[in-house]
């Protein structure tokens, strides 16, 4: 079974920066469209950025131009930078494939932003 594994998260003041990271076992990384998402409390889960298999990259309107998504297929990770980050967008942050739910959720990683 597919495993996703999130980490990079903390907190940090309004402003900052943080990179997360995500890990899988298996290829899957390198063949899928992949995305992050996260889930703010009392909020539904929403998409923040996707990458395709190609390297081809969308973001959510609220975090274009402040994070950044890429993935190194030689050690199966995905990344996601965040800069000038604000206090909305703390959240629990997770990837997946592009198709929502697709593999098992991980346990996220916390990310808060204090003002």
């Known amino acids: 079974q597919v495993q996703l594994v999130e980490s990079g998260g903390g907190l940090v003041q309004a402003g900052e920066s943080l990179r997360l990271s995500c890990t899988a076992s298996?290829?899957?990384?390198?063949?899928?469209?992949m995305s992050w998402y996260r889930q703010a409390p009392g909020k539904q889960r929403e998409l923040v950025a996707t990458?395709?298999?190609?390297?081809?990259?969308n973001y959510a309107d609220s975090v274009k131009g402040r994070f950044t998504i890429s993935r190194v297929n030689a050690v199966n990770t995905m990344y996601l930078r965040m800069n000038s980050l604000k206090p909305e967008d703390t959240a629990v942050y997770y990837c997946?494939?592009?198709?929502?739910?697709?593999?098992?959720w991980g346990r996220g990683t916390q990310v808060t932003v204090s003002s």
């Open positions: 990458i395709t298999a190609a390297g081809n990259t």
């Open positions: 298996g290829s899957i990384l390198s063949i899928n469209a």
């Open positions: 997946n494939t592009a198709i929502r739910g697709y593999y098992p």
